[in-house]
């Protein structure tokens, strides 16, 4: 820290993003990005629009927000653009959470909430998750705080069926209950079909999993239009200019598309339960998934070393040093033939620790 840094984040821990190694190939299996490219009309949308990079983009995003319209069922003023979901869950924190209402959310969950609330000044209060990690409902159940869910939850791809996130956003009126769905394509059914109903739900959603997009950088809520309009307060006063022009071309031809991502989405789903049956012959605990990526520990294997020798032989999983969580490894759910190979390079591993 330089002695310029300010005292008022002096005590900050950065976020710490998933490996992203230049120097080699890996079968990258640790920041649940989508095996598939984006589809075809997404290159041909971003290359017609790099001649006119001159330009600033536009700050309303209508054309975008307009087919995000259609493919989601909601009007447009319902509906924000942001630069990844990171950036509307930023932005969402910063406007519906305070020291009069601090935040809650799980202790096993996205890395990043504690990290927003603490560059915002918000207090927060970690609820652990039960012994087989399920959000235990009738801790949020009028807890009179600001919550915020990830659902599916990540690392542990632990579904709260929507029921249960209804009765959640009914018990806490006077307070935003922010639904964070960054894995919600993958067999979970969206809490965006409850927002006319609730004027303090706020649904978050990402084209970086299920629409192969995080290189691109586009995120969005859902809500309420009053509470899109506090979004855009915030946004207004840091970025307007947020989407680029890029980005807005990408995600509309992404849109236009959907029927490529639905049927990748189904791939990702039929190698997960696949993986999930190999892993557990292999002696592994593999907890339940709708996500993209699976979280699974071994009976004999440390996750730290687990994920060392995995690396070793070209497969990066993600392992996290948190003691509740550190026996485990989160994969991401590629290919088959990624997959096979995650399943063979385990085999070795086991057999040559002995294990
Ligand atoms: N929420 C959760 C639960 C995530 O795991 C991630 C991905 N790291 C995000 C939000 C952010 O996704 P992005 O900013 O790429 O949209």
New binding site residues.
């Given amino acids: 820290m330089s002695k310029y840094f300010t005292n008022r984040l002096s005590n900050l821990v950065p976020y710490t ?2 490996e992203q190694p230049q120097d080699k190939q890996y079968i990258k299996l640790n ?2 990005e989508s095996p598939f490219p984006p589809s075809g009309g997404v290159l041909k949308a971003v290359s017609g629009e790099v001649g006119k990079l001159q330009l600033y983009s536009d700050p309303e995003c209508t054309a975008l927000r307009e087919q995000m319209a259609k493919v989601y069922n909601i009007e447009p003023e319902w509906i924000v653009m942001n ?7 930023n932005f969402a924190f910063l406007a519906f959470a305070d020291e009069k209402s601090p935040l809650v959310f799980p202790d096993i ?2 890395g ?1 909430y504690p990290v927003f609330a603490e560059i915002n000044h918000i207090p927060y209060t970690e609820i652990p998750l039960s012994a087989d990690f399920s959000v235990n409902i009738d801790d949020y159940i009028g807890v009179n705080k600001t919550v915020i869910i ?1 659902n599916p ?3 542990t791809g632990k579904y709260v069926p929507l029921c249960d996130i209804e009765k959640i956003v009914k018990s806490n009126p006077d307070n935003v209950v922010i639904v ?1 769905e ?2 919600i394509d993958f067999g979970g059914e969206s809490a965006v079909n409850l927002v006319k109903k609730y004027p303090n739900l706020f649904v ?1 959603g ?4 299920s629409r192969s997009m ?1 290189g691109v ?3 969005f809520g859902i809500a309420n239009p009053a509470l899109i309009k506090d979004i855009n307060t915030i946004r207004y006063s840091t970025n307007p200019y947020n989407i680029n022009r890029l980005t807005a071309k990408a995600g509309i031809a992404a849109l236009e598309e959907q029927n490529y991502y639905t049927e990748n989405c189904k791939t990702i789903i039929q190698n997960r339960e696949w993986t999930k049956a190999e892993l557990e012959k292999l002696g592994f605990t593999v907890i339940p998934s709708k996500a993209n990526f699976v979280f699974a520990k071994s009976a004999g294997l440390d996750g730290e070393k687990l994920y060392l020798a995995l690396k070793e032989k070209g497969v990066l999983v993600r392992h996290f040093t948190k003691t509740r969580i550190k026996d485990y490894n989160r994969i991401t759910i590629g290919t088959k033939q990624q997959m096979e190979i995650l399943i063979e390079k385990i085999k070795e591993i086991k057999e040559e620790l002995n294990v």
């Fill in positions: 993003p998933g920041t649940n630069n990844g979901s990171d950036e509307t869950l969950t996205y990043f990830a939850n990540a690392p964070d960054a894995y978050t990402t084209f970086s999993k995080a950088r586009l995120g």
